[in-house]
């Protein structure tokens, strides 16, 4: 089965600077797919940015980009130039073989709580 | 374009008692998802719907139940309440089958508090 590991319970990060957060997974899948969400305290999931397995370059969506090692099963956020409004959790999520019959379902770390000091 | 609306945001219940969260997807979205997110356990996936049809559905009893009506939208169903389902549940809607770079789109969740 799937599985995603989050290693870093919480992280602080001093305003402006750049944090990595970490995610790794373990999948006997070929074809998978990674996604990254962040939950403010209001609870909503928003979703940051996505990975294929496929895809020879890594993902990039404004200050996010996903440092994707595929040989590590390592899928690694990075925000750039961090904001006051970055803080929030951040979660790590596998999509499960994504064949048409066995649909949308997300498999997600435990997250890593990111807090950005000013 | 509206995103996932989820209603209520807020239910406190009492154990034994049973209860409906309701979830509208984006508009033309035909995949449903719930999720029970709860400080020790994470967030565990429920089950989802696809054209009024269960495609899936993760490691819950019974009392955890689902639908999906013609127009996409979701109901969430759990009886017979105990003090640990007390969580945030989440509602996802994704656009596309098969895509694996289809996002799931989340509400705001409802927090269920049993008592």
């Known amino acids: 089965a799937q599985k995603i590991t989050q290693t870093q319970p919480g992280m602080f990060v001093q305003e402006k600077e750049a944090v990595t957060l970490d995610c790794t997974y373990d999948t006997s899948d070929q074809s998978y797919g990674l996604f990254w969400y962040k939950q403010p305290s209001s609870g909503e999931m928003i979703f940051l940015i996505y990975q294929g397995s496929y895809d020879e370059q890594n993902a990039t969506e404004g200050r996010y980009s996903l440092n994707f090692q595929k040989a590590r099963k390592s899928a690694n956020l990075v925000i750039s130039a961090s904001q006051l409004g970055d803080s929030a959790m951040y979660f790590c999520a596998m999509r499960e073989n994504p064949r048409v019959e066995y649909g949308n379902k997300l498999v997600f770390g435990a997250g890593t709580i990111l807090r950005v000091k000013s | 374009k509206a995103g996932v609306t989820q209603t209520p945001r807020y239910l406190i219940k009492t154990r034994g008692q049973q209860v409906t969260l309701s979830c509208s997807p984006i508009s033309g979205h035909r995949s449903v998802s719930w999720y029970q997110q709860t400080p020790g356990q994470g967030l565990q996936f429920l089950f989802e719907y696809f054209s009024e049809t269960q495609r899936n559905k993760g490691n819950f009893p019974g009392r955890f139940s689902g639908r999906q009506f013609s127009n996409s939208r979701s109901e969430m169903n759990v009886s017979t309440l105990e003090l640990g389902d007390s969580a945030l549940y989440l509602c996802?809607?994704?656009?596309?089958?098969?895509?694996?770079?289809?996002?799931?789109?989340f509400g705001n969740g409802t927090r269920l508090t049993v008592t």
């Open positions: 996802a809607s994704s656009l596309e089958q098969g895509n694996p770079a289809s996002p799931l789109h």
